[in-house]
């Protein structure tokens, strides 16, 4: 009932950046938390940073202080604000979103196709 759709990805210089955005639809009104993972090519998808229902943000030791993920309630859009890129961020990077249907008690997550990112010069 949740489809998430990621855009924004692209190829970029070290210390450029870039801004990734992800547009929810369908049942939107039961997501309590969105946020962003990557996995480079031969390694295993890893947490970017997520973006609770009230607001507060948790951060990869990665990415802190350099990425800023951001939702638009009015629009039902998360966002990925990354700065100062280094070769390391080059990944896909796949929208998240979690929620809790009406009546059941375990929660649901949802994925995106995701979305290439490439840091290189």
């Known amino acids: 009932q949740v489809q998430m759709e990621e855009s924004g990805g692209g190829l970029v210089q070290p210390g450029g950046s870039l801004r990734l955005s992800c547009s929810a639809s369908?049942?939107?009104?039961?997501?309590?938390?969105m946020g962003w993972y990557r996995q480079a090519p031969g390694k295993e998808r890893e947490l970017v940073a997520t973006?609770?229902?009230?607001?507060?943000?948790t951060y990869a030791d990665s990415v802190k202080g350099r990425f800023t993920i951001s939702r638009d309630s009015a629009t039902d859009t998360v966002y990925l604000q990354m700065s100062r890129l280094m070769p390391e961020d080059t990944a896909v990077y796949y929208c998240?979103?979690?929620?809790?249907?009406?009546?059941?008690?375990?929660?649901?997550?949802?994925w995106g196709r995701g979305t290439q990112v490439t840091v290189s010069s």
């Open positions: 369908g049942s939107v009104f039961t997501i309590t938390a």
């Open positions: 973006i609770a229902s009230g607001g507060t943000t």
């Open positions: 998240n979103a979690k929620s809790t249907p009406p009546g059941q008690l375990s929660s649901i997550i949802h």
